[in-house]
């Protein structure tokens, strides 16, 4: 649990530091067999991405954008938030998607302009937004002082363009 939260933190300063061992020559060949099915899957979703097209969401009132998000099979309204790191999901929506995680697990995810940010990291199956799918999505849930679920870095990377012209955020296409 102390790697992974070192490791977090990391991404969040935008950079880690990983210790990857010498594979044997045993796992040399299974590192490169399963090299080769994560690339297939990337192509993949990278294919599906471009075929899905564009999706436009309309800046509503407050400001910000908002997109019904199919987190592993649920329905889930998310503000879009570029400057998100991964994936913030309140306890509810966490609850509503199914997730198991106990909020004593809870360590220093990430830093806000109100101080450190405690959250559960967890690992999304699948998220999609309209034909947009991403698998085993980086996130975690925050137990308190999160208003709504926020769709981060961790998914909008995967889509081939994230562009706000105005009142309107084009993903995709």
Not at 32 to 46: G, L, M
Not at 81 to 105: H, K, N, P, V, Y
Not at 139 to 153: F, Y
Not at 166 to 173: A, Q, W
């Amino acid at each position: 649990m102390k790697m992974q939260a070192v490791f977090l933190c990391g991404l969040m300063m935008g950079s880690a530091f990983v210790f990857v061992p010498r594979p044997s020559a045993e796992g040399a060949a299974e590192a490169n067999a399963d090299n080769k099915t994560a690339y297939a899957a990337d192509a993949s979703e990278a294919y599906d991405s471009w075929a899905a097209g564009e999706t436009v969401l309309e800046r509503r009132p407050d400001g910000h954008f908002y997109a019904s998000v199919m987190i592993d099979g649920a329905e889930t309204e998310m503000m879009v938030d570029t400057g998100a790191s991964f994936i913030a999901l309140t306890a509810a929506d966490a609850r509503d998607i199914g997730l198991s995680w106990r909020e004593q697990d809870a360590i220093v995810v990430a830093h806000g302009a109100s101080g450190p940010v405690k959250g559960v990291p967890v690992r999304l199956a699948e998220v999609e937004l309209n034909g947009h799918i991403a698998t085993n999505v980086e996130a975690a849930v925050i137990p308190t002082g999160l208003g709504v679920s926020l769709l981060g870095q961790s998914y909008l990377q995967k889509l081939e363009r994230v562009e706000i012209a105005g009142e309107t955020m084009s993903l995709g296409g």
